[in-house]
């Protein structure tokens, strides 16, 4: 945990802090981690969030990659049931960030299963990455332009993209991330883009002698009637 602020350990995480695995932990009756690593297999088990031993070797491998499986502590959450849809959502989202990579959910509760004895399963994969998510937020609307407008580029080490398409709605639908965490309740990065879209659409109408021609006032909110955006920030 906190691996991400040498900023050289990786580059994509989820969250602020660092310390998501000890917090899934803290709210567990049970977790196990199961490491692949230099051909070696480690594992260690915690309860209610403390080691149950030190961490051993368990054998070898050719591989590597991590298995953390956990079972939330019921004396802390009312309802441990998860939710297949919201799980699925998340992960073609983070599909969508993080191009390139693969993701693979399945559901094999029994309550689940259809009447084949199916599971419930998908798997994401994006190689446009923010492009097609922004195609795919706007799959229902009448596309005004053809080709999702693309931003990708990086100030003071920060890596910034932005995928933006307008559509012939009045309304604004604009997705922001920090880390891949979806920032509801906005940000910096939020208004940033809205006063530069603003500024750059207005600047262009006025220099092009457009608003003068057709004898209208814009406003800000005005550029952005009929814009779906992802905005994304690491």
Same mark, same amino acid.
């Given at each position: ?74 004396? =802390? ?25 693969? =993701? ?131």
């Amino acid at each position: 945990a906190g691996g991400k602020f040498d900023k050289d350990t990786y580059k994509v995480s989820g969250g602020l802090h660092g310390v998501g695995v000890s917090c899934v932990n803290a709210l567990s009756s049970d977790l196990s981690a199961i490491v692949h690593r230099d051909g070696k297999i480690y594992q260690q088990e915690y309860k209610i969030g403390k080691p149950q031993y030190d961490v051993k070797e368990i054998g070898t491998t050719d591989v590597t990659g991590t298995i953390v499986t956990f079972k939330p502590d019921e004396s =802390i959450f009312e309802n441990t049931e998860y939710s297949y849809e919201t799980l699925s959502a998340r992960m073609r989202e983070l599909a969508f960030l993080n191009k390139g990579i693969t =993701i693979y959910i399945e559901d094999r509760r029994e309550s689940s299963k259809d009447e084949e004895g199916n599971s419930p399963k998908e798997t994401f994969h994006s190689e446009g990455g923010l492009k097609e998510f922004a195609q795919y937020l706007d799959k229902n609307r009448e596309a005004l332009i053809e080709d999702v407008i693309y931003i990708d580029g990086e100030k003071d080490g920060i890596p910034v993209e932005v995928a933006m398409v307008y559509n012939t709605s009045y309304t604004e639908n604009i997705q922001a991330y920090v880390n891949n965490i979806n920032t509801h309740e906005g940000g910096t990065h939020l208004s940033g883009f809205r006063m530069g879209l603003t500024r750059t659409l207005k600047k262009y109408a006025d220099e092009s002698g457009m608003l003068a021609k057709e004898k209208i006032e814009v406003s800000g909110d005005d550029f952005r009637e009929g814009l779906t955006a992802v905005v994304s920030v690491k």
